[in-house]
């Protein structure tokens, strides 16, 4: 199972470039991987998804170097509403067995006025 | 739509009852999931729906029971639960032409017993 590893917490001042680092050192040729924000009551919000290099969409970027063993979450001047924990989840296929099914620990993300 | 709503949103019950959460989704999502979620812990997986059969079940107590009655609906029917069963329910499915591995989640049911 391609296990991913995430800081449990992170503080940032308003406006700041924030980069949160998961590892996944087993993950599989086949596998993706995708971050999702969830703020308190409320379910997991899909952020960004990738395969390699670099993707970026409205809200983030994601960096995978070529060894795909680890991922970073870039958040760009980040506001107090992105004060939220944030996972990274690793995985292939849709069907029943997919290892992304499974969330980690997370990290939660504090922004300071 | 391109949501996933979960109904009710609040449910208290006692340990003797029986209830139903439910969740809906109309983006042709073929795989459907319930997780369970404690404070400041992760979701937890419980079930796993892949076209319509159960294809997943992390051990869970059978006083929960679910049941997807076709490819848009997913409940899950609660019997003499305990009080540690307090938590979030999270309804969830998965498949989309733009995030073809990405989940969309519902807001959840907050779960209490009593």
């Known amino acids: 199972l391609a296990k991913t590893t995430q800081p449990i917490s992170m503080d940032s001042y308003e406006g700041q470039e924030v980069n949160i680092t998961c590892s996944h050192n087993?993950?599989?040729?086949?596998?993706?991987i995708t971050w999702y924000q969830q703020f308190p009551s409320q379910g997991p919000r899909f952020i960004i998804q990738?395969?390699?290099t670099k993707v970026t969409n409205e809200v983030a970027s994601l960096f995978i170097p070529a060894d795909r063993k680890s991922s970073t979450l870039s958040l760009p001047r980040v506001s107090l509403s992105d004060t939220a924990v944030y996972y990274c989840?690793?995985?292939?296929?849709?069907?029943?067995?997919?290892?992304?099914?499974?969330f980690g620990t997370g990290t939660r993300l504090t922004v300071i006025p | 739509d391109t949501e996933v709503t979960q109904t009710p949103k609040h449910l208290v019950m006692g340990m003797t009852n029986k209830k139903s959460l439910k969740c809906e989704q109309h983006?042709?999502?073929?795989?459907m999931y319930w997780y369970k979620q404690k404070a400041k812990k992760p979701p937890e997986l419980m079930f796993v729906?892949?076209?319509?059969?159960?294809?997943i079940n992390e051990s869970v107590p059978s006083r929960f029971s679910p049941e997807c009655p076709n490819s848009s609906l997913l409940n899950l029917h609660l019997h003499a639960l305990q009080p540690e069963d307090s938590a979030l329910y999270l309804c969830?499915?998965?498949?989309?032409?733009?995030?073809?591995?990405?989940?969309?989640f519902g807001s959840g049911t907050r779960l209490t017993v009593v």
């Open positions: 983006m042709g999502h073929r795989a």
């Open positions: 989840l690793v995985g292939d296929q849709l069907e029943a067995g997919a290892n992304n099914l499974f």
């Open positions: 990738g395969y390699k």
């Open positions: 087993n993950i599989a040729t086949n596998d993706y």
């Open positions: 969830a499915s998965r498949g989309s032409d733009r995030h073809p591995y990405g989940y969309t």
């Open positions: 729906y892949s076209y319509e059969k159960l294809s």
